[in-house]
């Protein structure tokens, strides 16, 4: 099957300072990619939906200047949560799916971000 | 926009019982998955079923889109089973979205 990977699966940085998480697609081209913020023991919330070479969709709420989303490329986006503040704390999961509407969605395994 | 509501929210089960999960989303969809979310939190992928009925093992799943519900169906439960099910649900709304299900954390018991 399709597979998505995510970099780091953990990272705990100080307050203040910027952190970037990679998803790729690993074996297919993914015109779309997702990104979603989960907080213990709640569903997963979807943050912003980005397609590549065009700017990213974010869903009301989510702050776009503190997370900067970029789709460079057919296999990979980034997130940066920029100026990390403990509130900021969550499992961040991203996902891709390699066409239109009717295509299956493949999750990556998830990152785990502490800010001290 | 759609709401994605699972029920119940938890459940217990002793070993070898049997349980149903159900999956009601508000309006029209394109997709519809269950995941089982591990311990790490890894989404396992269950089923893709936008529609119909499909069997895996003990598992299997019935999407009814025209009346907007999904059921996920667990026999012969085992401890291994535990965790949170997922069902998500893929629509347009201007822009593609891919949205989760409030959840069902299941427990089973030996």
């Known amino acids: 099957g399709a597979v998505v990977s995510q970099h780091p699966s953990w990272v705990i940085c100080k307050s203040g300072t910027s952190v970037k998480i990679e998803c790729r697609s690993l074996?297919?081209?993914?015109?779309?990619m997702f990104w979603y913020r989960q907080f213990p023991k709640q569903s997963l919330m979807l943050m912003a939906t980005?397609?590549?070479?065009?700017?990213?969709?974010?869903e009301q709420g989510v702050e776009k200047d503190k997370f900067l989303i970029n789709h460079a490329s057919l296999t990979l986006s980034t997130l940066t949560v920029t100026s990390a503040h403990p509130e900021d704390s969550s499992f961040y999961i991203c996902?891709?799916?390699?066409?239109?509407?009717?295509?299956?969605?493949?999750f990556g395994p998830g990152t785990r971000l502490t800010v001290t | 926009g759609i709401q994605v509501e699972q029920s119940p929210p938890d459940l217990i089960l002793q070993e070898g019982a049997n349980s149903t999960l159900r999956c009601n989303f508000s309006?029209?969809?394109?997709?519809l998955q269950w995941f089982h979310q591990n311990p790490w939190g890894q989404l396992i992928n269950l089923f893709y079923?936008?529609?119909g009925t499909k069997q895996n093992g003990r598992l299997s799943a019935t999407t009814v889109a025209t009346e907007r519900y999904s059921l996920l169906y667990i026999s012969s439960s085992q401890t291994t089973d535990s965790g949170v099910y997922f069902c998500?649900?893929?629509?347009?709304?201007?822009?593609?979205?891919?949205?989760f299900g409030t959840g069902t954390r299941l427990k089973v018991l030996a």
């Open positions: 998500a649900v893929g629509f347009i709304s201007g822009t593609y979205k891919y949205i």
């Open positions: 996902s891709a799916k390699p066409g239109g509407a009717f295509y299956e969605q493949y």
């Open positions: 980005s397609n590549e070479g065009s700017k990213a969709t974010y």
């Open positions: 074996d297919f081209q993914a015109t779309t």
């Open positions: 309006d029209s969809v394109n997709n």
């Open positions: 079923i936008p529609s």
